[in-house]
């Protein structure tokens, strides 16, 4: 439960800085800002098809897997944003989110599963209601902590504002979500190695 929580408090606020930097600070539309992220979705559209698959092959090496696609996806966004203090084309940032997108794919199905192999059958109703629960508190929770943490760093930034100060707002919060992440890591140890029904 404590990793769902920290993993959707990782995933969840990577939408929200990402939207108002490239509409805030870069002065895009609302529809090219959502188009600069939806190759997360659909990263996570094609591995989430295929992730009941992998599991039974794979098991807890698959969320291993899919952390590690997240972790390196969002280092190459942040790089990116590194590079390009100003404002510059959402392809740039394509091919790294994408790649999270499909490390976050290989996740949140498999990990509801390995979740509930944890709990006796006649808990698991229970047990799936506390796991949508934390999910919640863990989005509601990522929002509001990163998004402390990219105001601050904006209002404090002496990047020259702009798209640059916005910028390295981002590239702060993104830090953020690779230590969430590198949480996330850790706690999949403590699951079961596979499931069992």
Known sequence: MVLSLVYFAAFTSIFFVFSLTWQSGFGRSAIVSGLAI?????????????????MQR??????????????????AVS????????????????????ISGLGSGLIISP??????ATV????????SGIFNTAQRIGSSFGIAFV?????????K???????????????MSIYV???????????????????RS
């Open 38 to 54: 939806s190759p997360f979705a659909l990263g996570s559209m094609l591995a989430a098809s295929n992730s009941n698959r992998l």
């Open 58 to 75: 794979l098991g807890r090496k698959l969320l291993i897997i899919g952390i590690l696609l997240v972790i390196g996806g969002l280092t």
């Open 79 to 98: 790089m990116i944003f590194h590079w390009n203090s100003g404002a510059f084309s959402p392809w740039l940032t394509a091919l790294p989110l994408f």
């Open 111 to 116: 990990l509801n599963s390995f979740t509930l």
């Open 120 to 127: 006796p059958g006649a808990d698991r109703g229970g047990a």
């Open 147 to 155: 998004g402390s943490v990219y105001f601050h760093t904006l209002h």
């Open 157 to 171: 930034s002496t990047a020259g504002g702009g798209a640059a100060a916005f910028s390295s707002s981002l590239q």
């Open 177 to 195: 979500n690779l230590v969430l992440l590198l949480l996330c890591l850790g706690l999949v140890f403590r699951l079961p190695k596979e499931t």
